[in-house]
C-alpha cells in the first residue's frame, strides 16, 4: 500500500511539475485544484454506481438458484408419485387387449364402409375418367384413378393383414383384382396419352404449354405414391399391384427414343436422284438442331420440373443422336465437293450452338465424327482432288499445245504481248479449290495448299516439255509449221512471268494459312522454301524457252557465221549485214515479250553472236600470213565488235555490250606487230578474265602464223592462270565480281 502511495505521490509531483513550469503558471492554482476536485467526484460517483450495479446483479443471481433448487424439489417429488401410481397401473394390460380387438374391428368396418361407394362406382368412374382423358382434361382423369387405385390397395392391404398367415393369401385377392382390371387399364390408357404429348412435346409447348405441365404434375405424383408404396412395402410385406410404375423413367425413354427419331426421320435423297442431297440434309439437320434446341432453351425448360434439368438433357442427346448421323453419312462413299460440305458443317457446328441464342460450348462432348473418321475423309478429298486437278491439267496443256498450231494469232494484252488464257485458268482453278475449302480446318487447308504446290511442280514438268516438243517438231518439220511460231512460244514466256506472279500471291496466302495453324513457323518455312522453287522453276522455264527463240534465230544465220573469220570475210561486211538485217526482222516479233524477257533475250543473242566469233578464232578457221593481213583481220574484227554493240543498243536502250570487249582484246592480240608485246596483250585478257585456259590462248596464238608452238606455249607458260594458281583467282576476285568474265561471257563454247 505504501508502495502505491508513493508512486501516486511521484506521479502527482510530476503532473503538478508540467502545469507549473513558470512563474505567471502559479496565478492558476486555485483554477487547478477545482478542476481536478471536480474530476474526483466524478470518477467517485462512477465507482460508486458500478459497485451498486455489481451487486444488484449478485442478488437477482440468488433468487434465480433459490428458485431453481426449490422447482427441483417439486419435480423430483412428482416423479416419485408417478413411479408409484405406474406400478400399480400393470394389471389393466390384460383387461386392455379386448378393446384393442374390438377398436380394429370397428375401424376395418369403418375403412369397409368408406370404401363401398367407391366400389360400386367403379365402373362408372372408369368410363368418366376415360372421357376426361379424350378431352385431354388429364387431371381430374388421374385424379378418379389416384382415387380407385387407393380404394383397391387399401382393400387388398386389409386382406392382406387378414390372410398373411393362410395359404391362400393369393387365390383370395384374385376375385378383387380382377374387379378392379379396368383401373389398370384405365391407368394403360393415361399412360398412353401422356407418351403420346411427350413423343410431340415440342410442339405441344408452343400449341398447348398447359399440357406439359398437366403431364409433369402427374408423372411427379405417380412418382411420389411409387416411393410411398415402396415404404409400405418394406414396412408391412404388403405388394401394391402395378407398383412402381416408372413414369418418370419412361417419360425420358419417350423423350430420348423421341430425339432420335427426330433425327432419323430426316429425309436424305439418293446422289442419282439429287446431287445437293447432302447439302439438303445437313441444312435440315441444322434447322432441326437450331430451333428445336432454341424451344426447349425458351419454352420448354420453364415447363419441365427443375429435377429434369432438361435443356442440358436435350443438348446432349441432340449431340448424340447427330454424331450417329454425321457417322452414317461419313461412311457413305463421298465425292470431293461433298467431303468438303460435310468437313465445312462439321467445322462451322461448334459456332452454330454458340449462336442462335443457343449459348452451347459443345467442347465437352466428343466430336460429332471421330478422329480417324475425319482423317479418312480429309485422305479421300485429297486423293479425288489430284485426280481431278491432275486430269484438269493434263486437258489443258493438251488444248494448250493444240492451240499452239492454230492459224490465228494469240491473244494480246493491253501493251500489246503476247499470252493464252492458260494462265488465268490454272490460277481460276486453283483459287476456286482453296475457296472451297475456306471453311474447313486450317490443317486440311495446308494440305490442299500443298497438294497445289505439287500439282504446279508436275505442270511446270509437262509444261517445259510441252515447249520442247513444240519446238522440235517446228524444226523437224522444215520450220513450215505452225504459221506462229514465234507468237506462241513468246506467248509461252509472258505465260511464264504470268504464273510466277500468281505463285507468289498463292504464297501470301499460304503465308495466312499458317499463320492460323497451330505450326505456324513449320508451315511458314517450308511455304517460303517450296514457292520459291516454284517461282525459280517458272523462270527458269521463261529462260529456256527464250534460248529456243534465240536457236531459231541463230539457225537463220548459221550458214552465213560460217564465213566468220574466212578469206571470204575478210574485206567484206556482208555477213554481219546479213546478220543485222535478221536480227532486227526478228526483233520486231520480240517486242511482244515482257520488256524484262525482251531485255534478257536480246543479251542472249548477243551472247550467242560473241559466242561464234570466239568459236571461230579458236578454230583456226585461218591463219595470216603477214603483219598486214593480221592488222586488216583485227580492224576487222573491231570495226564488226562496235557494230554489233550499235545494233543491240539500238534495238534495246538498256543492252550491255560488255561481252563484245573480249573480241575486242582479242583483236589486239592478233593485231600486235611486235611479238615482245604479246605477253603484256595476254595477260591483259587473263586479268579481265581470269578464267581463261591455256587452250583457248594457244588457239588465238596459233592464228597469227608467226607464233610457233613452241613459243606460243612459252608465252602461255609466262601468264599466270587462274588454273595453275590460286593467287591470280584472290587477286582478281574484285574485278571478277565487277566485271563478266570470258568464260561466262562464252558460256557453252568450251564444253562444246
Avoid at 666 to 677: F, N, R, Y
Wanted: hydrophobic share 40%; net charge negative; with cysteine.
Amino acid at each position: 500500500m505504501d508502495f502505491q502511495d508513493s508512486d501516486g505521490m511521484e506521479s502527482a509531483a510530476r503532473r503538478v511539475a508540467h502545469l507549473l513550469q513558470r512563474p505567471e503558471h502559479l496565478e492558476k492554482v486555485d483554477q487547478l485544484r477545482r478542476k481536478f476536485t471536480r474530476q474526483k467526484a466524478a470518477v467517485d460517483a462512477r465507482l460508486k454506481t458500478a459497485v451498486q450495479t455489481q451487486l444488484d446483479d449478485v442478488k437477482t443471481g440468488l433468487n434465480k438458484l433459490k428458485n431453481a433448487l426449490e422447482e427441483v424439489q417439486e419435480i423430483k417429488t412428482s416423479m416419485s408419485d408417478i413411479d408409484a401410481q405406474y406400478g400399480s397401473c400393470q394389471e389393466l394390460d390384460r383387461h386392455i387387449k379386448k378393446i384393442q380387438d374390438a377398436h380394429w374391428q370397428h375401424s376395418q368396418l369403418a375403412a369397409a364402409v368408406d370404401h363401398l361407394k367407391h366400389i360400386y362406382t367403379v365402373p362408372t368412374v372408369v368410363t368418366e375418367a376415360n372421357e376426361m382423358i379424350q378431352n385431354s382434361n388429364l387431371l381430374a382423369a388421374h385424379q378418379k384413378l389416384h382415387e380407385l387405385e387407393n380404394t383397391r390397395d387399401e382393400l387388398l392391404y386389409q386382406m392382406h393383414k387378414s390372410t398373411a398367415d393362410t395359404a391362400d393369401s393369393k387365390s383370395g385377392n384374385q376375385p378383387l383384382l380382377r374387379y378392379f382390371e379396368p383401373v389398370k387399364e384405365l391407368s394403360h390408357t393415361l399412360g398412353s396419352q401422356m407418351w403420346f404429348i411427350l413423343q410431340h412435346v415440342l410442339d405441344t409447348t408452343r400449341t398447348n404449354p398447359a399440357l406439359v405441365v398437366t403431364t409433369f404434375r402427374i408423372i411427379e405424383r405417380e412418382e411420389r405414391a411409387d416411393e410411398r408404396a415402396q415404404q409400405r412395402r418394406k414396412a408391412t410385406g404388403f405388394h401394391s399391384p402395378d407398383r412402381p410404375k416408372s413414369w418418370r423413367e419412361k417419360a425420358i425413354t419417350t423423350l430420348d427414343s423421341t430425339i432420335q427419331n427426330r433425327f432419323e426421320g430426316v429425309q436424305r435423297e439418293s446422289r442419282e436422284i439429287d446431287k445437293a442431297w447432302l447439302v439438303k440434309y445437313l441444312m435440315s439437320l441444322r434447322k432441326i438442331l437450331v430451333e428445336d434446341l432454341a424451344i426447349v432453351k425458351n419454352l420448354a425448360a420453364p415447363l419441365f420440373p427443375p429435377a429434369y434439368d432438361i435443356f442440358p438433357h436435350y443438348v446432349e442427346h441432340y449431340h448424340t443422336a447427330l454424331m450417329s448421323a454425321m457417322e452414317d453419312v461419313a461412311s457413305e462413299r463421298m465425292e470431293a465437293g461433298e467431303i468438303i460440305t460435310l468437313l465445312s458443317w462439321l467445322k462451322a457446328y461448334p459456332d452454330t450452338m454458340l449462336s442462335n441464342g443457343l449459348l452451347i460450348d459443345v467442347s465437352m462432348f466428343e466430336p460429332l465424327i471421330s478422329q480417324r473418321n475425319e482423317s479418312e475423309l480429309e485422305e479421300r478429298y485429297l486423293q479425288l482432288i489430284r485426280d481431278t486437278i491432275n486430269d484438269w491439267t493434263k486437258r489443258m496443256l493438251d488444248a494448250e499445245a493444240k492451240d499452239w498450231w492454230r492459224t490465228t494469232l494469240p491473244r494480246s494484252n493491253v501493251d500489246k504481248q503476247f499470252q493464252t488464257d492458260m494462265p488465268v485458268l490454272l490460277g481460276q482453278m486453283i483459287s476456286q479449290n482453296m475457296d472451297v475449302v475456306e471453311d474447313t480446318s486450317a490443317e486440311l487447308r495446308v494440305r490442299v495448299m500443298e497438294l497445289f504446290i505439287e500439282v504446279l511442280q508436275d505442270f511446270q514438268a509437262k509444261y517445259r516439255n510441252e515447249i520442247i516438243k513444240f519446238k522440235n517438231r517446228h524444226v523437224t518439220e522444215g520450220r513450215r509449221e505452225p504459221v506462229y511460231f514465234l507468237q506462241y512460244t513468246i506467248a509461252s514466256v509472258n505465260n511464264c512471268h504470268q504464273l510466277k506472279e500468281y505463285t507468289g500471291r498463292l504464297k501470301d496466302q499460304a503465308l495466312e494459312l499458317a499463320d492460323g495453324s497451330t505450326k505456324a513457323l513449320q508451315y511458314e518455312q517450308m511455304f517460303d522454301e517450296l514457292f520459291k522453287e516454284v517461282m525459280e522453276e517458272f523462270g527458269n522455264i521463261a529462260t529456256s524457252t527464250l534460248g529456243m527463240l534465240c536457236d531459231i534465230v541463230f539457225m537463220d544465220l548459221d550458214q552465213f557465221l560460217e564465213d566468220l573469220l574466212t578469206k571470204k570475210w575478210v574485206g567484206s561486211s556482208k555477213a554481219l549485214e546479213t546478220v543485222d538485217a535478221t536480227i532486227r526482222d526478228y526483233s520486231s516479233d520480240f517486242k511482244s515479250l515482257r520488256p524484262a524477257y525482251f531485255a534478257d533475250l536480246m543479251n542472249d543473242q548477243q551472247h550467242r553472236l560473241v559466242k561464234e566469233y570466239v568459236k571461230a578464232l579458236t578454230t583456226r578457221r585461218m591463219v595470216f600470213k603477214s603483219h598486214d593481213d593480221r592488222k586488216k583481220a583485227a580492224d576487222h574484227i573491231k570495226q564488226e565488235a562496235a557494230k554489233i554493240a550499235d545494233l543491240f543498243i539500238s534495238i534495246n536502250s538498256s543492252s550491255k555490250p560488255a561481252s563484245i570487249k573480249v573480241l575486242n582484246l582479242i583483236a589486239e592480240i592478233i593485231g600486235v606487230k611486235d611479238t615482245e608485246m604479246l605477253d603484256l596483250e595476254i595477260q591483259d585478257l587473263v586479268r579481265k578474265h581470269p578464267d581463261m585456259t591455256a587452250e583457248h590462248l594457244l588457239a588465238i596464238l596459233s592464228m597469227r602464223g608467226d607464233v610457233n608452238k613452241s613459243q606460243a606455249k612459252a608465252i602461255v607458260g609466262r601468264t599466270p592462270l587462274a588454273e595453275e594458281t590460286d593467287a591470280v583467282s584472290t587477286n582478281t576476285d574484285a574485278q571478277s565480281t565487277s566485271r563478266p568474265s570470258f568464260a561466262s561471257q562464252v558460256k557453252g563454247f568450251f564444253s562444246d
